[in-house]
């Protein structure tokens, strides 16, 4: 099967659980997430798409800022959210 692409954004200004969880609670909103990541420590936010639906980059990051955060980066990567929570996990994220 293709390598799914996940969006992967920098986001600065989360700091608790309950940041994540607003982030979270946005973007599971949104018809077309699949699974998603949030890593406080490294300010990581990944999503990945549903089967057949499409990431729109921009709305992603629009939720996030509308949740209170600053999207400091965003990038398509062809990872999927579990191969990006294992690389930030193991401390190998890139910088």
Request: hydrophobic share 40%.
């Amino acid at each position: 099967s293709a390598t799914p692409s996940s969006l992967k954004l920098q986001v600065n200004g989360m700091v608790c659980a309950f940041c994540a969880q607003g982030i979270e609670k946005r973007l599971k909103a949104m018809p077309e997430t699949g699974e998603l990541f949030i890593d406080l420590r490294n300010k990581v936010v990944a999503v990945e798409p549903r089967p057949g639906q499409a990431l729109d980059a921009k709305r992603v990051a629009s939720e996030v800022r509308e949740a209170g955060y600053d999207v400091v980066a965003s990038q398509t990567v062809a990872q999927s959210v579990a191969q990006i929570r294992a690389e930030v996990r193991a401390g190998r994220a890139e910088r």
